[in-house]
């Protein structure tokens, strides 16, 4: 909030987002909001749906982020040409609540031994939608297997190789064209992960930065995510994305370091500025993935647009005026104290930066 304080244009302004009575269709006040706290307080991400209809640009795209998840994140980064580890998805060891024998008459019995030796060991087994390093298992051998799905309950989880690595990388995107290669030792203890050297120099090292670019600018336009970290492990001098979906990144000055630190508070205060003078009111300001956009340009986008012209030509209830006010853009506080390391706000013509 301070950095785009300092250096945005007149009529632009940060400030934490307040909120208080929420109507459905009544806009906000804020030009721009970044969120770095829904992915935990349900009542926050439907307040952003409601606020992303009616012409604030969210990032990141409250939508999107409650649609996708890893698995599918693999998948689309294999269409896109993006090399990932071998994984394999895992029915939940417990039925789901509400649901008998008789909801998985589609599934087959699984054949472990066939996906041992897909997968092979060491592996790791995770949740197929979350992070923060919750529920992950090392895994060296098939009893490590069973004893960690055991323990998983109904979570759908994923069954991957482990990557033996030369060299380890995490990599901010902002913007969709702002990025940020670090060095990372994801073994260390948290404060000393970024302290560490790459190990592939001269051209060869030139030529992994280069790619890796190419890779993290893929998957965050595939994705259509404004703020992430995708992390990359080098095996035989080939980048493999091992996680590319955190939109509420770790961003504290105590782990990332000051250098790091500062590169992302004044990359992410240049681009709540600049969304925030792009931001047309009651338009579609959110940022929507390739794969989305080219979805609704599908085969059915005819048809949807005739019903969609003959709904128009109907008579259309007007949303609740409010009072014509500056516009803030605005940030949600980040979990964990994480509102300190990233960037609290983004701007707006005569509109706020809100966080």
């Not at 060491?122 to 297997?145: E, T």
């Not at 994801?186 to 050297?197: A, W």
């Not at 993935?289 to 085969?299: C, D, E, K, L």
């Not at 259309?316 to 009072?323: D, E, Y």
Request: net charge neutral.
């Amino acid at each position: 909030m301070e950095r785009v304080n300092q250096k945005a244009p007149a009529g632009i302004t940060a400030e934490f987002v307040s909120i208080e009575q929420v109507e459905q269709n009544v806009p906000t006040d804020y030009a721009v909001i970044i969120d770095r706290i829904s992915q935990d307080v349900p009542f926050y991400r439907a307040y952003l749906k409601n606020a992303a209809l009616t012409g604030t640009a969210v990032i990141n795209n409250p939508f999107w982020w409650s649609a996708d998840e890893k698995f599918f994140n693999n998948a689309l980064a294999l269409q896109l040409g993006v090399p990932v580890p071998r994984t394999v998805l895992l029915p939940s060891k417990e039925w789901p609540t509400d649901t008998s024998e008789n909801s998985f008459r589609n599934l087959q019995m699984m054949n472990w031994e066939a996906l041992f030796a897909k997968i092979g060991f060491p592996a790791f087994m995770k949740p197929h939608s979350g992070g923060g390093w919750k529920s992950v298992y090392k895994l060296d051998g098939p009893d490590d297997f069973f004893r960690a799905y055991n323990e998983t309950g109904q979570l759908v989880m994923l069954f991957q190789e482990a990557v033996e690595f030369t060299d380890y990388f995490r990599c901010y995107c902002l913007g969709g064209k702002e990025v940020l290669i670090m060095p990372y030792a994801p073994g260390n203890e948290p404060h000393l992960r970024y302290d560490t050297q790459m190990r592939t120099t001269g051209p060869v090292g030139e030529q992994l930065l280069a790619t890796m670019k190419d890779y993290v600018l893929k998957l965050n336009h595939g994705l259509g995510y404004d703020f992430n970290t995708v992390e990359f492990a080098v095996r035989d001098g080939i980048p493999l994305a091992i996680d590319f979906g955190n939109p509420a990144p770790d961003a504290d000055v105590n782990s990332v370091g000051q250098h790091n630190f500062e590169w992302v508070v004044e990359a992410a205060a240049s681009m709540a500025i600049e969304r925030a003078q792009q931001q047309r009111p009651g338009s579609d300001n959110l940022t929507w993935g390739t794969f989305v956009r080219h979805s609704a340009h599908g085969p059915t986008a005819p048809a949807a647009a005739k019903t969609a012209a003959k709904v128009s030509a109907k008579p259309k209830a007007s949303a609740p005026k409010k009072p014509a006010v500056p516009k803030a853009v605005k940030a949600s506080p980040a979990a964990h104290d994480e509102a300190s390391a990233a960037p609290a706000a983004e701007a707006a013509k005569s509109k706020r930066v809100k966080k």
